[in-house]
Nanobody, 124 residues
Framework: QVQLVESGGGLVQAGGSLRLSCAAS????????MGWFRQAPGKEREFVVA????????LYADSVKGRFTISRDNAKITVYLQMNSLKPEDTAVYYC?????????????????WGRGTQVTVSS
């Protein structure tokens, strides 16, 4: 079993920054792809970003490119999401995800493990 615990969410004004963390534990492979999805009220869950095990391959949704940066620390089995220039439309619950494989994907079905989520609210 794999556990993913997110932290770092909160309320921020538009243009501000937040840093999310996701600590993984249990039977997670260091080679697992990890990433983030988000879900805004009344909307479907959407892909945000993913990173491979070495951190040298990433995949970003167009809506966050240039503003969000993902990184990982394999020694701590932790993934970080630095979010800058936040917009009200970034308001959502952010979920940390991990796959059983090294492949990066944009579909929710490609990730086997999900955290409970952390709320990010951006005020205008």
């Amino acid at each position: 079993q794999v556990q993913l615990v997110e932290s770092g969410g909160g309320l921020v004004q538009a243009g501000g920054s937040l840093r999310l963390s996701c600590a993984a534990s249990g039977r997670i492979r260091s080679s697992s792809a990890m990433g983030w999805f988000r879900q805004a009220p009344g909307k479907e869950r959407e892909f945000v970003v993913a990173i491979n095990w070495s951190g040298d391959d990433t995949l970003y949704a167009d809506s966050v490119k240039g503003r969000f940066t993902i990184s990982r620390d394999n020694a701590k089995i932790t993934v970080y999401l630095q979010m800058n220039s936040l917009k009200p439309e970034d308001t959502a619950v952010y979920y940390c995800v991990a796959a059983s494989t090294w492949r990066l994907g944009i579909r929710a079905s490609e990730y086997d493990y999900w955290g409970r989520g952390t709320q990010v609210t951006v005020s205008s």
